[in-house]
C-alpha cells in the first residue's frame, strides 16, 4: 500500500506564493503515475497537474499553469507544488494522489488515482 502525506498549506493573501509537499511511503514501485488535485467548497475535485515518478512532461490546468510548478526529489520520495501568484480562486483543499501505472499523458481524472493523502487547506484572501 502506498501512503501520502501532504504539508505546507496555509492562508496567504492575493499574489502570495505557497509550496506543498507531499511524501510517499510503503510500496514502492518502479514508475507512479501522480498528481495534485484540489477541491473548493461545493466543487468537485479537480486536477491541478499530472506527472510521472519517473521523469517526463508535466501537465498542468489551464488555470495554473504559468503560476505553479511541480517539482520531485525522488531520494526523499517527495514532490512538491509551488504555487506563486496565488488568487482568491485558488482557495481549496489540495491533495496529492498516485497510481502504480504510466501516466496517460494529459490531465486525469480523480477516479483513476487509487491511492490519495488526507488533503492541506490552501485559503488566499483578496
Known amino acids: 500500500r502506498v501512503q501520502l502525506v501532504e504539508s505546507g498549506g496555509g492562508s496567504v493573501q492575493a499574489g502570495g506564493s505557497l509550496r506543498l509537499s507531499c511524501v510517499r511511503s510503503g510500496y514502492t514501485y518502479n514508475t507512479m503515475c501522480m498528481g495534485w488535485f484540489r477541491q473548493a467548497p461545493g466543487k468537485e475535485r479537480e486536477g491541478v497537474a499530472i506527472f510521472s515518478t519517473g521523469g517526463g512532461s508535466t501537465y498542468y490546468d489551464d488555470s495554473v499553469k504559468g503560476r505553479f510548478t511541480v517539482s520531485q526529489d525522488n531520494a526523499k520520495n517527495t514532490v512538491y507544488l509551488q504555487m506563486n501568484s496565488l488568487k482568491p480562486e485558488d482557495t481549496a483543499m489540495y491533495y496529492c494522489?498516485?497510481?502504480?501505472?504510466?501516466?496517460?499523458?494529459?490531465?486525469?481524472?480523480?477516479?483513476?488515482?487509487?491511492?490519495w493523502g488526507q488533503g492541506t487547506q490552501v485559503t488566499v484572501s483578496s
Open positions: 494522489a498516485a497510481d502504480p501505472r504510466y501516466c496517460s499523458g494529459g490531465l486525469e481524472d480523480q477516479a483513476d488515482f487509487g491511492h
